[in-house]
């Protein structure tokens, strides 16, 4: 079946650095995908929606400057966290809209990547 | 704007019985998608079940059945004959033709040998 290749798994980082994650579709294009963030025991909030070869979409209060997406080809969409601080410390996942489990599509999900800022 | 709605922050079932997932839902579409998924603590996110608005009978999936009521609404998760590897976090979702796709809170379940 499809899936999504997601890394790192874990990252540890000094506050101000920047870290980058990245999500590759295997077996299968993503023209699309989802980056949610995730605060322990809270649920998954959707960041941003990119596209392949266009801008990517923010929801509201997400700072684009911050959170750089960059969707470059059909099969890899990384997220990159700048100037990274103890706050912005958390799960990150990604996901791509795959086929064949309904008529709305289906979704596959990274493995999510968990951030900590020291 | 969509909006999933799951009121049970947490839930304990005895090994073997069944456990019903709350989830209820608010959107303008007419069309439009529900999932639910399973996020054990290593975090990944494990697809159960798939209902589309426009279909007519309840999704099953092995254990995993959704109790479907579109004039309430809600979209239930059934999960029969519980297990112990069960025990994880469940999100109920919603996905739209607008290609947006919302999660529920959660609800944390946990099987009781």
């Known amino acids: 079946g499809a899936v999504v290749s997601q890394h790192p798994s874990w990252v540890i980082c000094k506050s101000g650095t920047s870290v980058k994650i990245e999500c590759r579709s295997l077996?299968?294009?993503?023209?699309?995908m989802f980056w949610y963030r995730q605060f322990p025991k809270q649920s998954l909030m959707l960041m941003a929606t990119?596209?392949?070869?266009?801008?990517?979409?923010?929801e509201q209060g997400v700072e684009k400057d911050k959170f750089l997406i960059n969707h470059a080809s059909l099969t890899l969409s990384t997220l990159t966290v700048t100037s990274a601080h103890p706050e912005d410390s958390s799960f990150y996942i990604c996901?791509?809209?795959?086929?064949?489990?309904?008529?709305?599509?289906?979704?596959?999900f990274g493995s999510g990547t968990r951030l900590t800022v020291v | 704007a969509q909006k999933i709605t799951q009121t049970q922050p947490g839930m304990f079932v005895q090994e073997k019985e069944a456990v019903t997932l709350d989830c209820t839902y608010d959107?303008?579409?007419?069309?439009?998608?529900l999932f639910w998924y399973k996020q054990p603590s290593s975090g990944e996110m494990i697809f159960l079940i798939y209902?589309?608005?426009?279909?007519?009978q309840n999704a099953t999936e092995g254990r995993y059945s959704l109790n479907f009521q579109k004039a309430r609404k809600s979209a239930n998760l059934v999960i029969s004959a519980s297990q112990l590897g069960d025990s994880a976090m469940y999100f109920c979702?919603?996905?739209?033709?607008?290609?947006?796709?919302?999660f529920g809170t959660g609800t944390s379940l946990t099987v009781i040998p």
């Open positions: 990119s596209n392949e070869g266009s801008k990517a979409t923010y």
């Open positions: 996901s791509a809209p795959t086929s064949g489990r309904g008529r709305l599509g289906g979704y596959t």
């Open positions: 979702a919603i996905y739209n033709t607008g290609n947006q796709f919302y």
């Open positions: 077996d299968f294009q993503a023209t699309t």
């Open positions: 209902q589309g608005s426009y279909d007519e």
């Open positions: 959107t303008s579409d007419q069309s439009y998608g």
